[in-house]
């Protein structure tokens, strides 16, 4: 594929910022770009532009004396985004069931689906319309998946769940698994049944190799909008507010109930049957261990404000030296009372 500058900037709304003319074939990382490629720059980038090989660059804002053309727009990534679907457009998925496919009684199939290849799709099950459901994907019964879901190999969705319409779920995502809920007595886990489900609303997406638990009663809810990362675990009753990110290899348990617009940063760990509200931040492994209120920025375990774990996070780098400042102090102090003691 080839696109002039311009016809880029169309695309995406951006202003020209040095030869139009130039000829794109091709997109790349900013480290990686060469004459021929566009690329993106924010942030830390924007600071070393000079050293980029790329043909083009989209940025926020004109950068003076950059050695390529540039591109301004609002949000640069967003921007890339739609020059990176335009040079790689998705793979067509063919627009049938197929003949491998298992599809119990009293299904109902939308309009234009695609069920791949040894998918089961189990009784009363609902599928909308422009759904794809690809290789070795497992639909429970009763299950209702809006239109223009997709739903990737290998993924689970367990009886009961509701999924919304755009829902993305990433290779071996387990939506409804079994809640994980026992009652113990005399040293004895007794299973105890977990008959609710999970609710996904629209624009929800789930990444590869997450789990997302039934509620013991009632739903586990992830509000719309939602992005969760792989390697993520959602224990039952969790509710998940609008527009939040979880990253990676975050472990809420159950019974939390999340504000929108949160952000649980890598390797964060929730305790069970806590509120956290609107508009939270939590920097990566952080415990968190209570209560949060909106508009926090937690960090550290157990969690604590960001700025006041900073400061300790400093001060641990200096206890080495102000352990032998004590031992000084202490020395001189002895010295100190020794003298007193002669006089």
């Given at each position: 594929m080839e696109k002039t500058l311009q016809e880029l900037a169309t695309l995406v709304g951006g202003r020209v910022v040095g030869d139009e003319s130039i000829v794109i074939t091709e997109t790349r990382g900013f480290e990686q770009a060469v004459k021929q490629s566009i690329t993106f720059a924010i942030?830390?980038?924007?600071?070393?532009i000079a050293l980029c090989q790329a043909g083009a660059v989209i940025v926020e804002s004109?950068?003076?004396d950059a050695p390529m053309a540039q591109i301004v727009v609002d949000n640069a990534k967003a921007a890339f985004a739609q020059v990176l679907e335009l040079f790689h457009p998705p793979v067509v998925v063919p627009r049938e069931v197929h003949s491998t496919a298992i599809i119990g009684d009293n299904v109902t199939l939308g309009n234009n689906v695609s069920i791949g290849a040894y998918c089961v799709i189990n009784d009363n099950a609902v599928i909308g319309d422009n759904v794809t459901i690809r290789p070795y994907v497992y639909i429970g019964h009763n299950v209702r998946?809006?239109?223009?879901?997709?739903?990737?190999?290998?993924?689970?969705v367990h009886e009961n769940c509701i999924l919304g319409k755009r829902v993305v779920l990433r290779a071996k995502a387990v939506i409804g698994g079994e809640g994980f809920g026992f009652a113990t007595e005399n040293g004895v886990h007794t299973?105890?049944?977990q008959v609710g489900n999970v609710i996904l609303e629209d624009d929800v997406e789930i990444g590869s190799c997450t789990t997302i638990d039934n509620a013991t009663m009632g739903s586990t809810l992830v509000r719309r909008g939602t992005k969760i990362d792989n390697l993520v675990h959602l224990g039952h009753n969790v509710e998940i507010g609008e527009d939040c990110f979880l990253i990676a290899q975050v472990g809420i348990a159950g019974s939390t109930k999340c504000g929108n617009h949160v952000i649980f940063a890598g390797q964060t760990g929730c305790t069970g049957h806590i509120t956290i509200g609107d508009n939270v931040q939590f920097a990566g492994k952080t415990g968190i261990t209570g209560n949060v209120p909106?508009?926090?920025?937690?960090?550290?375990?157990?969690?604590?404000?960001?700025?006041e774990w900073l400061k300790l996070a400093a001060y641990e780098n200096r206890?080495?030296?102000?352990?032998?400042?004590?031992?000084?102090l202490q020395k001189e102090i002895d010295a100190l009372k020794a003298q007193l003691k002669e006089s």
């Open positions: 942030g830390e980038y924007v600071e070393h004109e950068v003076k998946i809006g239109e223009d879901a997709d739903i990737y190999a290998g993924a689970i299973h105890i049944p909106s508009n926090s920025i937690m960090a550290g375990y157990p969690m604590r404000p960001h700025k206890l080495p030296d102000m352990v032998k400042t004590v031992k000084q």
